[in-house]
T-cell receptor, first 119, second 110 residues
């Protein structure tokens, strides 16, 4: 159990175009999903928290108009990188939070990531 | 500022030895603690979580939590070259956010 998928696994796009990345929890419902980005040899950077049925919460310094997040159902969140530029090239990873059997505790499971290259 | 600190390493251990990875955290209200393994170019994989003081064992992995001293550790017994990866410690204080450490790179030498 606790499988999270991401699609696509890698994408190359031209500067100025938009790219949509999908994140799905396959065997559990996730009211909360997270979007991270990671540059080579650096740690995870939380971009935003996606809540089903409400607006995403963005971390400081992350442009909400550039990184559009939609959490349309309990198993699907999408991240759209709008007007992508080469500096947006990165490894984007989503995760989904699953309720643990222990009260008020959650575990976070990551998708396999999407490698975005903007040319 | 809530922080989670890990030694970046690399921590090198010979094959078959015990690898000991440590993590300290600053928020005394932290409730849940997680260890993730991340291979180069891949996403993190949850390997252990612990909520209560003491030890929790799962196969070759043992997580140890000491809330009074604000540290959590991961022991890997009988280390294998395939265990070579970056190990991320994450802490959750009951809010929706997880605070990640920067990770410790482990090298198991054959």
């Amino acid at each position: 159990g606790a499988v999270v998928s991401q699609h696509p696994s890698w994408v190359i796009c031209k500067s100025g175009t938009s790219v949509k990345i999908e994140c799905r929890s396959l065997d559990f419902q996730a009211t909360t999903m997270f979007w991270y980005r990671q540059f080579p040899k650096q740690s995870l950077m939380l971009m935003a928290t996606s809540n089903e049925g409400s607006k995403a919460t963005y971390e400081q310094g992350v442009e909400k108009d550039k990184f559009l997040i939609n959490h349309a159902s309990l198993t699907l969140s999408t991240l759209t990188v709008t007007s992508a530029h080469p500096e947006d090239s990165s490894f984007y990873i989503c995760s989904a939070r699953r309720t643990s059997g222990i009260s008020s505790s959650y575990e976070q499971y990551f998708g396999p990531g999407t490698r975005l290259t903007v040319t | 500022q809530k922080e989670v600190e890990q030694n970046s390493g690399p921590l090198s251990v010979p094959e078959g030895a015990i690898a000991s990875l440590n993590c300290t955290y600053s928020d005394r209200g932290s409730q849940s603690f997680f260890w993730y393994r991340q291979y180069s170019g891949k996403s993190p994989e949850l390997i252990m979580f612990i909520y209560s003081n003491g030890d929790k064992e799962d196969g070759r992995f043992t997580a140890q939590l000491n809330k009074a001293s604000q540290y959590v550790s991961l022991l890997i017994r009988d280390s294998q070259p395939s265990d070579s990866a970056t190990y991320l410690c994450a802490v959750n204080s009951g809010t929706y956010k997880y605070i990640f450490g920067t990770g410790t790179r482990l090298k198991v030498l054959a």
